[in-house]
């Protein structure tokens, strides 16, 4: 059982446009959402992240947007950057107290073409 | 070190055979876990410690696998008498702390490919 989905397996995006990789859960008890990046060979890179009192957090290019009705999140990336292409994981913790588990999502493939 | 530090990158052996991961944390980073990545999947935890005990090892799949951290710092993966449906990538990642938030986050390393013939 999935708690944590990204249902889109890619993402493809010309340089300067917008991107938005989408993340859903199940899990109400979840409380704390990261973003992280992955090129191959390498491991995750944290991105950014969101606590659930929160529904916006903005770093730079990157803006993750939280809405808990929805148990839904979103990661924009504005202007995209070829170098922004990665493997993007969604990842949800604090779910029975466990506030150091992180559990994944699948990844999205994001594609930036120049 | 500056970063998580896993060796081997690459392990190929076969199956039934013993295989032991090693994880370099970051120095003065307290906490250390265990993922499982398997293709076309997210990172699944198997297994977290704090300092040199096992605070949760409820994502190891079964009793073959284990893992130690006899000073608090390196810790090795054990896997028993491999299957096939061990391949997988072996990540590790350490932190500062526990307790999650924006300044203690997750630091992977590159992790180890195990393939299993």
């Known amino acids: 059982d999935q708690q944590v989905k990204q249902n889109s397996p890619s993402l493809s995006v010309q340089e300067g446009r917008i991107s938005i990789l989408n993340c859903d859960y199940t899990?109400?008890?979840?409380?704390?959402f990261l973003w992280y990046k992955k090129y191959p060979a390498e491991g995750p890179t944290f991105l950014i992240s969101?606590?659930?009192?929160?529904d916006k957090n903005e770093d730079g290019r990157f803006t993750v947007f939280l809405n808990k009705s929805a148990k839904h999140l979103s990661l924009h990336i504005v202007p995209s950057q070829p170098g922004d292409s990665a493997v993007y994981f969604c990842?949800?913790?604090?779910?029975?107290?466990?506030?150091?588990?992180?559990?994944f999502g699948k990844g999205t493939l994001l594609t930036v073409n120049p | 070190g500056a970063g998580v530090s896993q060796t081997p990158s690459n392990k190929v052996t076969e199956k039934g055979k013993y295989v032991e991961l090693r994880c370099d944390p970051i120095?003065?980073?307290?906490?250390l876990y265990w993922y499982r990545q398997s293709l076309g999947q997210g990172p699944e935890f198997l297994i977290y410690?704090?300092?040199?005990?096992?605070?949760?090892d409820s994502g190891l799949p079964n009793d073959r696998f284990f893992a130690v951290r006899p000073e608090g710092s390196v810790s090795t993966l054990k896997i028993q008498r491999t299957e096939r449906g061990d391949s997988a990538v072996y990540l590790c990642?350490?932190?500062?702390?526990?307790?999650?938030?924006?300044?203690?986050?997750?630091?992977f390393g590159a992790g180890s490919r195990l393939t299993v013939l």
């Open positions: 120095s003065g980073h307290t906490a």
């Open positions: 990842a949800a913790s604090g779910a029975g107290g466990s506030n150091y588990k992180l559990t």
């Open positions: 899990n109400s008890m979840f409380d704390y």
């Open positions: 410690f704090q300092g040199t005990g096992a605070a949760d």
């Open positions: 990642a350490s932190s500062l702390g526990t307790g999650l938030s924006g300044a203690n986050v997750l630091t």
């Open positions: 969101i606590s659930s009192i929160k």
